[in-house]
């Protein structure tokens, strides 16, 4: 419980800042363009007269701007609670926190399921395609509006990482350092396939009626499959037979039918039926769109090509069992820095942990970005 | 075409067996009963004199009794034409050949689609679960039906690789060679995983309808998210990104909508959509579920105590990239056959093309098997 642990940041509130009040103010890179546009975030810590302080955290696909501590009358803390704190990974001692929800999810910032101003109804498939790109530009204008010239770190795993990347690239001169966890500088074909499928699942089932499900019966059993082919991606093949191996559920013996056997099934559809709670099947679609779209190499360029202008210092983080972006693409993206001379610091941290390891190696992480954060704030300092 | 090509078996039939004419004939491992069980079969070359040059070849999940050759009017040969005909791996000049689709499936042998004599209509869900040991069970009948007594060879990719194993340790008298290929003697945890997904998508579609869709719309929807998981866990990360990287279908810029961008996701639904054609959605479900339940293990012990009265010498064949039965599940099995002392020739290809190597990889594998097959033969002849 917040109340007895000296570490957590307490009770927090999400906030929302709105911006773009023309209907058409912000340009997207698909080229329409959105607003007014709404952001949740949420901050822990003090920003420090000088304004130098900050650090942007960056979610992943199912996240959102509640990172740490927890909201009022809740059990559980924010999604990266174990790295955001007093005396944590990132020290709100030390660190003004900002998390802000993307742009097309559903936690508050402007997406699918938002009511178009325009005709009062959700969205639903007439919001426009959002990229990685756009979302980023949505939270930097979040980031002026706080009166931020320079954020002091921008981090984040999975897709976070991929807009910390795209932070980097795109704004060199308000990133000072990068953290890019469990990310890639582009979806393999692989991954591709697995995000297709998902949505597949989603576009099939037939509650969800184009997208024009609100306030209906939503479309709960694609979206819990959707999530289901992801979580296994989550996961590695290590941790799977660790948790569950071929272990019953409830049983000594196969039930010789179609129902529950393993416990891995029965997790699975766990996972599934509380996503759906969670989560909107819309938002689904377009961030893991965006996510599938994200490709920092230029059209007939290289890859380090885009890292032509970036100023940042790197700590980049890849997980030895993370097979949905493998460690071999986080060294794609460490070598297109150093060919830029940029100071990079990369570590492979073995795990079985998969994809997942960013939300629980707390501990290695903790020692990497909490030496990563201070050293260059001692040097800021100097 | 079959007339030009002196390698190609030429034209062959599907053949029929039925067996066990009383309704209650065939004890299943799930405690019930099958019969009248029909199995469709094929059979290439000769059977001689003494009847001891019979390979039976066992398929994989989506495959059926049409190994090699063509039917009548077909441009397309069987599924594993590129490795038995006349002068290939499994040579037909020297080997006579069966293979017969397995029971629960839809390709001319008794499943959840046949006509349930009691009743005059399709199985559908009352259909018993088998497993993989009634499979060779309804096998074992076919060969006796034959006048084999024993099997000079056993082989089979995939599943067929677990009917191998099957074979090798319920029949040891009946095989004197077994070949299991990209196979495994347990699923694991994350194989179980894909699996329940699949069937989740089949029995999410609303024309899935308890199994009871004969003769009315076929969930394809369903069947064919579970094929397209299916096939990701086919291919190796390296095959799909040489085979289809991020480019895009039929267009040069993204799309900005969800209809497909990139070729991978065209190319997925184009197997999912082919798929449905062949196949039966409850039989992938059943089949499946074989797999789910395969376990050599006995309870309570270990793998070696699977292989105790296993007489047949092994050639054990595994595929670098298969991440669905990757490579250390062979050598699991390799090992048990080593502490029993059997003699086992093992060998793990190098190869990208994932799981779905050993329908690809002819060269290799021929080169492995004539040898192996022609080593034994010799040794059988003197």
Same mark, same amino acid.
């Given at each position: 419980?917040?109340?007895?642990?000296?570490?957590?940041?307490?009770?927090?509130?999400?906030?929302?800042?709105?911006?773009?009040?023309?209907?058409?103010?912000?340009?997207?890179?698909?080229?329409?363009?959105?607003?007014?546009?709404?952001?949740?975030?949420?901050?822990?810590?003090?920003?420090?007269?000088?304004?130098?302080?900050?650090?942007?955290?960056?979610?992943? %696909? #199912?996240?959102? $701007?509640? /990172?740490?501590?927890?909201?009022?009358?809740?059990?559980?803390?924010?999604?990266? !609670?174990? +790295?955001?704190?007093?005396?944590?990974?990132?020290?709100?001692?030390?660190?003004?926190?900002?998390?802000?929800?993307?742009?097309?999810?559903?936690?508050?910032?402007?997406?699918?399921?938002?009511?178009?101003?325009?005709?009062?109804?959700?969205?639903?498939?007439?919001?426009?395609?959002?990229?990685?790109?756009?979302?980023?530009?949505?939270?930097?204008?979040?980031?002026?509006?706080?009166?931020?010239?320079?954020?002091?770190?921008?981090?984040?795993?999975?897709?976070?990482?991929?807009?910390?990347?795209?932070?980097?690239?795109?704004?060199?001169?308000?990133?000072?350092?990068?953290?890019?966890?469990?990310?890639?500088?582009? %979806? #393999?074909?692989? $991954?591709? /396939?697995?995000?297709?499928?998902?949505?597949?699942?989603?576009?099939?089932?037939? !509650?969800? +009626?184009?997208?024009?499900?609100?306030?209906?019966?939503?479309?709960?059993?694609?979206?819990?499959?959707?999530?289901?082919?992801?979580?296994?991606?989550?996961?590695?093949?290590?941790?799977?037979?660790?948790?569950?191996?071929?272990?019953?559920?409830?049983?000594?013996?196969?039930?010789?039918?179609?129902?529950?056997?393993?416990?891995?099934?029965?997790?699975?559809?766990?996972?599934?039926?509380?996503?759906?709670?969670?989560?909107?099947?819309?938002?689904?679609?377009?961030?893991?769109?965006?996510?599938?779209?994200?490709?920092?190499?230029?059209?007939?360029?290289?890859?380090?090509?885009?890292?032509?202008?970036?100023?940042?210092?790197?700590?980049?983080?890849?997980?030895?069992?993370?097979?949905?972006?493998?460690?071999?693409?986080?060294?794609?993206?460490?070598?297109?820095?150093?060919?830029?001379?940029?100071?990079?610091?990369?570590?492979?941290?073995?795990?079985?942990?998969?994809?997942?390891?960013?939300?629980?190696?707390?501990?290695?992480?903790?020692?990497?970005?909490?030496?990563?954060?201070?050293?260059?704030?001692?040097?800021?300092?100097?």
């Amino acid at each position: 419980m917040p109340q007895n642990d000296p570490h957590s940041i307490g009770i927090v509130e999400t906030q929302y800042f709105t911006f773009a009040g023309s209907p058409d103010e912000m340009p997207l890179e698909c080229g329409r363009k959105l607003g007014p546009i709404t952001l949740a975030y949420e901050t822990y810590g003090v920003l420090n007269e000088a304004k130098d302080n900050a650090i942007l955290i960056l979610h992943a %696909l #199912s996240g959102d $701007a509640h /990172a740490a501590g927890y909201h009022a009358g809740d059990d559980k803390p924010g999604w990266w !609670d174990i +790295m955001i704190g007093p005396g944590k990974g990132f020290d709100t001692n030390r660190f003004f926190i900002i998390c802000s929800n993307v742009i097309g999810g559903c936690k508050g910032s402007s997406g699918p399921g938002s009511a178009n101003p325009q005709t009062g109804r959700s969205y639903g498939l007439s919001f426009p395609i959002v990229t990685i790109a756009d979302m980023v530009n949505a939270q930097k204008r979040l980031v002026e509006h706080l009166g931020i010239k320079q954020l002091f770190c921008v981090a984040g795993g999975s897709m976070g990482g991929m807009q910390v990347l795209q932070w980097a690239t795109a704004h060199p001169e308000m990133v000072r350092l990068a953290i890019p966890i469990a990310t890639t500088s582009r %979806l #393999s074909a692989q $991954a591709i /396939a697995f995000d297709e499928v998902g949505r597949q699942a989603i576009q099939a089932d037939p !509650d969800w +009626m184009q997208g024009d499900y609100y306030g209906k019966t939503i479309p709960h059993r694609g979206l819990s499959i959707a999530r289901m082919i992801g979580h296994i991606t989550y996961l590695s093949d290590q941790s799977m037979h660790q948790k569950f191996g071929r272990k019953l559920q409830n049983k000594q013996e196969y039930g010789y039918d179609f129902v529950t056997d393993f416990q891995v099934e029965s997790y699975l559809r766990y996972k599934g039926d509380s996503f759906v709670k969670r989560f909107d099947a819309n938002s689904y679609l377009y961030i893991s769109k965006a996510m599938d779209y994200f490709d920092l190499t230029p059209p007939n360029g290289k890859l380090k090509d885009a890292f032509a202008t970036t100023r940042a210092n790197f700590l980049v983080i890849s997980f030895s069992s993370d097979w949905l972006f493998p460690t071999y693409q986080s060294k794609e993206i460490v070598t297109a820095l150093r060919q830029n001379n940029l100071n990079v610091i990369f570590t492979d941290i073995k795990t079985d942990y998969g994809h997942d390891a960013f939300l629980l190696e707390a501990g290695e992480l903790t020692r990497l970005i909490s030496n990563f954060l201070l050293h260059s704030h001692q040097q800021q300092q100097k």
